[in-house]
């Protein structure tokens, strides 16, 4: 049984590609909470990396705001995010798809910054990166998974397999906060 909430504290993980940040800023035009990609809190420019105390410092304040919607993996950071949570969404989406859209938005951006990257992390075709989005799956999804049973009497936990159950929870939602009866 899944526990019914408010929706104050928002976690979207999945693969890159899955369309997170996407889904992130539909779901703030309908509940008009503040929206955190943790890619602007963890990239310097040129895409120097964070230190890992810098980083726990950072991922504690974030999680300590009233309200949130924060997209992001981070696994190493899971622990915290998910106790502070009180929903949490994975894109569990097919690798294919993950990876195509990853190389759809390496050609469309690149040399220039993603609205939900920081200044200075200018898209480009990335081998290492490539090789973390098809194996991402593989690596992660198991444990993601597990994860997520953990804590889905505590939590609302959604999976969506597709854009369109996706995109259904949305609907939903919007519709709740319109006063349009749910399905």
Not at 22 to 40: R, V, W, Y
């Amino acid at each position: 049984m899944k526990k019914r909430n408010n929706l104050q504290k928002i976690l979207v993980i999945g693969c890159c590609g899955a369309g997170k940040s996407t889904f992130s800023k539909k779901l703030q035009a309908i509940l008009n909470l503040e929206i955190i990609h943790l890619d602007q809190y963890y990239h310097k420019p040129n895409w120097e990396e964070t230190e890992q105390d810098e980083w726990e410092k950072i991922v504690n304040s974030l999680v300590q705001k009233p309200s949130w919607i924060m997209d992001g993996n981070y696994k190493g950071t899971f622990d915290v995010r998910f106790q502070y949570a009180d929903t949490i969404i994975y894109l569990d989406y097919s690798t294919i798809k993950c990876f195509w859209r990853v190389i759809k938005r390496i050609v469309k951006y690149h040399g220039k910054v993603r609205p939900d990257m920081p200044k200075g992390c200018k898209e480009r075709f990335d081998w290492e990166f490539l090789h973390f989005v098809a194996t991402f799956n593989f690596k992660n999804r198991k444990g993601i998974l597990e994860r997520l049973n953990a804590v889905k009497d505590n939590k609302l936990v959604c999976i969506f397999k597709s854009d369109k159950e996706a995109d259904l929870f949305l609907l939903k939602n919007r519709n709740s906060r319109t006063g349009l009866s749910k399905h």
